[in-house]
């Protein structure tokens, strides 16, 4: 596949109920969603790293801006990705397992609607309903 275009998007999700931690309570959840068109067929990821780094190194504002500078354009220079090699390319640029997850998972999604297979089926699946 053949990615034109990379985009990122933040979204505030409400929660149904409050979650709390040892870090504090949230009232919503704020995401970085990756949506990746190739070949003219859209996939999309999620980045689930938190606003703050409190649980992990990684934050929302870092993911952002390590996948806008440093990691999209890895993937925007391959002529032929699968989402396969998605690991392999990113492997130099160290940490950001989060940030890298959302975009393999964008890849992974555009690939299988393109090739009109599911993410059950990809995983070994033989029922469609559990």
Excluded: N
């Excluded at 919503?28 to 859209?42: N, P, S």
């Excluded at 890849?107 to 089926?121: C, I, K, M, N, P």
């Amino acid at each position: 596949m053949k990615i034109q275009s990379i985009e990122l998007r933040t979204v505030a999700l409400p929660l149904k109920y409050p979650f709390r931690t040892s870090f504090g309570t949230e009232y919503d959840k704020e995401a970085m969603l990756v949506r990746v068109v190739a070949d003219g067929v859209e996939g999309w990821g999620e980045c689930v790293a938190m606003d703050e780094p409190l649980y992990s190194s990684e934050y929302l504002a870092m993911s952002l801006d390590v996948t806008r500078r440093f990691l999209a354009p890895v993937l925007l220079g391959e002529s032929d990705l699968r989402a396969d090699d998605v690991a392999r390319l990113l492997a130099p640029i160290k940490g950001h397992r989060m940030s890298k997850a959302a975009l393999e998972m964008a890849v992974l999604d555009a690939e299988l609607r393109a090739s009109g297979d599911s993410f059950g089926r990809r995983l070994g699946a033989v029922v469609d309903r559990v």
